[in-house]
């Protein structure tokens, strides 16, 4: 199994899922956005394309140029049929790549939040959990890209999870999150902290890990029905 990492900053990687590709011999390959040599294969020589999250907008390409290339690898992609998974930044690439409008969610989402499944999700979707909290850091959200139909929401941002054909999920929210990702988070991007009905305090943010394990099984179970 080929599997293409989109990563945008050094403290955004695969987290979870690294336990799930590990144990299916899963080969990885990285294309980082932040170092000066960043290349992306042919899209058709890849089994699974995940694209991670990141500080940045979708919307910086006058500053991050390399995010029109990256788009545009997207889109081919998922045009070619290849399977395609966004969390957070990467699932509103994914949306931008489709033309939907990603702009400034009414409240920055911080911290760890109940997602429940949407009422209406179509025949042969992802099925979310009823209800299942998971760990939110994010202050923009998407538009639904044509054709797609909304998995999750939450309370402060009803676009938290949507699919698109059967290859293609993206997530607003972060279920392959692990404690070592969070500290960093919390090191990196301690400015984006403002005190907000939905943003919570360093010490809520760094939960213990039994906290995580829920999430983490929903990535494993959102990787089974991707490559499945």
Not at 87 to 101: E, N, P, T, Y
Not at 108 to 137: K, M, N
Not at 210 to 224: E, I, N, W
Request: net charge negative.
């Amino acid at each position: 199994m080929r599997v293409q990492v989109l990563q945008h900053v050094p403290f955004e990687d695969v987290g979870s899922m690294a336990e799930w590709l590990q144990a299916r011999g899963a080969e990885l390959r990285y294309t980082r956005f932040f170092e000066a040599d960043a290349q992306l294969p042919d899209p058709g020589s890849c089994d699974l394309i995940v694209a991670m999250g990141g500080p940045m907008s979708v919307n910086d390409e006058a500053e991050l140029p390399w995010l029109i290339e990256e788009k545009a690898f997207l889109r081919q992609a998922i045009d070619a049929g290849v399977a395609v998974l966004g969390i957070c930044l990467g699932a509103q690439l994914i949306a931008s790549a489709l033309g939907a409008r990603v702009q400034p969610n009414a409240v920055a989402e911080i911290g760890w939040f109940p997602v429940w499944r949407a009422e209406s999700t179509g025949e042969d979707s992802f099925v979310f959990p009823d209800r299942i909290e998971l760990l939110h850091w994010h202050g923009e959200t998407f538009e639904l890209p044509e054709g797609a139909r909304l998995l999750a929401s939450s309370e402060a941002c009803r676009h938290q999870a949507f699919q698109l054909g059967r290859r293609v999920i993206g997530l607003q929210c972060h279920p392959e999150m692990t404690p070592a990702i969070v500290a960093d988070l919390l090191h990196q991007c301690a400015d984006e902290l403002e005190p907000g009905p939905w943003v919570q305090t360093p010490a809520q943010l760094a939960a213990e890990a039994q906290r995580y394990q829920p999430g983490h099984a929903l990535m494993a179970q959102v990787l089974d029905y991707l490559l499945g």
